[in-house]
């Protein structure tokens, strides 16, 4: 039998490098995490049928905070994109992105990062930025709402695994780290400003934005990958 040890670091490997040689690991990262993470378990000889009740039992609060956002989400878009859309009208771009990443960072630990990335697909498309302007705002959205998900277990999975692995309660997270990240998501929503003092410009594309629901998964799918992504990392978590 191979040293666990050896066998983990080896599996590591293989999550880090993978998605980066493979698209269709990229493509299909929460059950390519899941497969790695029982087999984590197995070379670990921890796979018993208490790990395999956890797995079920712990990703359900996010599971539902998918569904329950998700639906919300599907049924107010349009109301949401023509909002934006008058709001940038009337004050110009810059509020409403400076907005968008605040708000949907320090939601995005009770609405998960998951729906607050696709409300915020919403908001900059409304924007009609340049492109390098949009990708710029982008960036930093998505780092104000991957640090605003970790206050809380529902925000993302790898808060789930947190507490499961600590044993604490809902807010736990918030009360460890909540003094940095808050202050965090409010510089990036300062840097967002910023881009607006460095190109006062922010030219608005001339061709009229197009709404993306469509191409996304909908809620049912979003809800299967919130449930097996935290099964395979807290998995591999547990047995390394």
């Not at 490098?17 to 059950?31: A, F, Q, T, Y």
């Not at 790990?51 to 998918?66: F, G, M």
């Not at 003092?197 to 061709?207: I, M, S, V």
Request: proline share 6%.
């Amino acid at each position: 039998m191979p040293d666990p040890v050896i066998a983990n670091l080896i599996i590591l490997l293989i999550v880090l490098i993978g998605p980066l040689l493979d698209r269709r690991i990229e493509d299909n990262l929460e059950s390519f995490l899941f497969v790695m993470g029982v087999l984590s378990a197995l070379a670990s000889g921890v796979f018993t049928v208490r790990l395999v009740r956890e797995s079920l039992s712990h990703p359900i609060p996010i599971t539902i905070a998918v569904l329950v956002f998700g639906f919300i989400f599907s049924r107010t878009r349009q109301r949401l994109f023509v909002a934006m859309q008058l709001l940038v009208a009337r004050t110009g771009p810059a509020l409403p992105a400076v907005l968008a990443t605040v708000l949907l960072g320090l939601a995005s630990s009770i609405i998960t990062a998951i729906i607050a990335s696709l409300v915020f697909v919403e908001v900059i498309a409304a924007m009609r930025l340049s492109r390098e302007d949009e990708i710029r705002v982008t960036v930093l959205a998505c780092f104000a709402i991957g640090l605003g998900a970790a206050l809380t277990p529902i925000g993302e999975p790898l808060s789930t695994i947190a507490i499961t692995r600590l044993r604490q309660d809902f807010w736990f997270l918030f009360r460890l780290l909540g003094a940095l990240i808050i202050p965090g998501v409010l510089v990036l929503g300062g840097a967002v400003w910023g881009l607006r003092r460095a190109n006062a410009g922010w030219w608005h594309r001339r061709k009229p934005p197009k709404m993306y629901w469509g191409a996304r998964p909908g809620c049912i799918s979003l809800c299967s990958r919130c449930f097996f992504l935290p099964r395979g990392s807290g998995r591999l978590s547990s047995a390394t």
